[in-house]
């Protein structure tokens, strides 16, 4: 279900229809490239790949599942 929203910088209240809709009417500009979505509202295009990480025994930080070699 899409809510109004409050801004907790600005204080506004959006409209989540309109923001989904802005979404959906056309390519959103982004740092990556961009990004559009399809009629489900799940990104259009590339993957998402989520990264876990973890701290090694010596302090470092290294993806989960990789074998860290000290």
Known sequence: MIE???????????D????AEALRAA?????LGPVTF??????AGAPVALRIWRRTPDGR?????????P
Do not use: F
């Open 61 to 69: 930080l290294d993806y989960a599942g990789n074998d860290a070699e």
């Open 16 to 19: 989540g229809r309109k923001v």
């Open 38 to 43: 399809d009629a489900r509202g799940d990104r």
């Open 4 to 14: 109004e929203v409050q801004c907790p910088k600005t204080g506004r209240i959006a």
């Open 27 to 31: 390519p959103s500009r982004t740092l």
